[in-house]
């Protein structure tokens, strides 16, 4: 079978990036998703350039964590005027019943992400390999996605894997919250050593995690902290490595994926 393993949220911080790497060069990591919009952005890109044959390097579209690349003047509705955008405990907290539980401006987050996905070209050269959506989600912003996905003709995660590998694919999205110590009984180790994703039962499988080392940026910013280098302490372990191996399963990447659908005409 094939596994698709991605970590999100590279470069949210210093730290968390340095643990992605780690999980890239001595793991299973072979898909992560570029923050574009922290200060040591370009430091993470440096970081992880000599790696990109081995990897799809993606985007996370981002409008609930750091400061918006347009700023406030540009999109009012998405951030505080000093820049920063509004957090996603934030922004849920502006959905209601009347508004459809989705504020999201469609027009201002359009031209975020856009300038995101011109940033990450400036960044790295080229364009991203896929587009992901980063933490707070709505109707609006899965539309806004779903639009440039079309404008670029990059992979938007969600829709590709539903769209052209459906049923042959088992997905598990590993998120655990919680406080500190809920977060560090995580096991994704266990988890995917007894397979109660039901990988080893498809052709594909798809694996979401979020690897990292931990920094005092990323407890300042993130809730969801600690558990990240639970995940990269579980897909750097010789058990699953070992796993993989036994059951034969090819690491792959979005890069891999679309190309294979375009050569079949359907991408």
């Not at 780690?22 to 919009?37: A, C, S, Y």
Request: negative net charge; contains cysteine; proline residues 2%.
């Amino acid at each position: 079978m094939r596994l698709l393993v991605q970590s999100d949220d590279y470069g949210i911080t210093k730290a968390q990036a340095a643990g992605c790497i780690e999980g890239i060069k001595n793991g299973l990591i072979r898909n992560t998703g570029l923050f574009v919009n922290m200060p040591w952005s370009a430091e993470c890109v440096r970081w992880i350039y000599p790696l990109l044959d081995q990897i799809a390097l993606g985007i996370d579209l981002n409008a609930s964590t750091g400061s918006s690349v347009l700023g406030y003047e540009a999109v009012p509705s998405l951030c505080h005027t000093d820049g920063l955008f509004l957090t996603s405990s934030e922004n849920r907290a502006l959905d209601n019943e009347e508004n459809g539980f989705d504020h999201v401006n469609y027009e201002d987050l359009y031209r975020e992400f856009d300038a995101q996905i011109h940033k990450f070209l400036e960044l790295v050269g080229r364009m991203p390999d896929y587009l992901h959506a980063h933490a707070y989600q709505t109707k609006t912003t899965m539309q806004v996605i779903r639009d440039l996905s079309e404008k670029y003709h990059r992979p938007f995660t969600f829709d590709f894997m539903e769209t052209y590998v459906h049923e042959k694919y088992a997905k598990m999205t590993w998120v655990k919250r919680g406080d500190a110590n809920e977060q560090l009984k995580s096991d994704l180790k266990s988890y995917l050593l007894r397979d109660e994703a039901g990988f080893l039962g498809k052709e594909t499988g798809y694996l979401v995690t979020h690897c990292g080392y931990v920094d005092a940026e990323l407890m300042e910013i993130s809730s969801f902290n600690l558990v990240r280098m639970k995940d990269l302490e579980a897909l750097t372990s010789q058990e699953v490595k070992q796993w993989v191996k036994e059951n034969n399963i090819e690491l792959i990447t979005f890069k891999d994926l679309a190309k294979e659908y375009e050569d079949q005409g359907v991408y």
